[in-house]
């Protein structure tokens, strides 16, 4: 239906919050679980996905989830949504949708005679984006520039997205006929791609006797934080510390998935920088302030799998990019945990780079 003149948004989007200092690190961490206690009060049974799933949100990126459909993606989107207190919108992906169904676009107001922008779904602060492979290459190349620059560029004027701001994309893994693959430079914008699976019996039961007592299809999920707490939990993010051993650990990670001898091509560097970033992320909802080798190997499937290509040739032999992490996993030396500052209280211990100085005994 098309909008009247009275109908039409008149200002262009307003900018981003200012930004705001970090948590306390134990305050992080508790707005952390909350937001994942009031989440799990709709997705059932999910915990470690959906842990995975706000890991890619504090870190500051966007999170593919590929699972079959009835599975509480939409759900799931929603909740976070609702419980991190952001706007919401969900876009359909279908083969018709132009990129300035996305994006917004310039529209003519007969009142003023000018152009006012019209602002699209991007403009939000949690956008699902629905079946994202069944659109065509010239609409997904319009979100991606949403997703790594933060910005849209409509009839050459370029409008900065709101912050917080994150995509959550569903795909549906077996369902191939008109539907165009995502490409790899895309793929590799999203920090973590992961799937809930099937319930078990007792969880699925679970899901159909809330139904019952709540008498309604409809769930909302309480707010727990707004944006500026988003904003404050993932500043505080950006102040855990990194041993070197731990940083070196997730280098020879992504390292050997290029040198692999299944792997056409393997992780790039932005790969690497995914992994310490969300391991930095898993560490503060795990309520620490340092990392250890146990947080990047708990991300290196979601945050690695869907950058490496596997030889074309291997496909009779069921090859994956999961079968060459698992394989590199097993073939890395683990570090040994420790917390920061334990190896050495010399001068200059500490990593430049760590955020934060190594704790004194």
Known sequence: MTATPHEMPAPDPEPAPAPVG???PAEATAAANAVLDAVETAVVGKREALELVLTGILAGGHVLLEDLPGLGKTLAARSFAQALGLPFTRAQFTPDLLPADLTGAEVFDQRTGEFVFRPGPVFTGLLLADEINRTPPKTQSALLEAMQERQVSVEGTTRPLPRPFHVLATA????HEGTYPLPEAQLDRFLLRLSFGYP???QEWDVVSRRLDRRREEQTVPQVLDAAGLLGVQAAVE??????AVGHYAVEIVGATRTHQNALVGASPRGTLALITCARALAV???RTYVVPEDVKALAHPALDH?????????????SGAGVVDAVLAQVPVPAAQEPGAA?????AASPHSGQEPARS
């Open 22 to 24: 970090p948590m306390a």
């Open 172 to 175: 549906n893994p077996i369902e």
């Open 200 to 202: 078990d019996p007792a």
């Open 239 to 244: 102040e855990v510390h990194v041993e070197d």
């Open 285 to 287: 909802l795990r309520g």
């Open 307 to 319: 950058r490496v290509t596997v030889k074309p040739e291997l496909w009779l032999q069921n090859a």
């Open 344 to 348: 050495a209280q010399e001068p200059g």
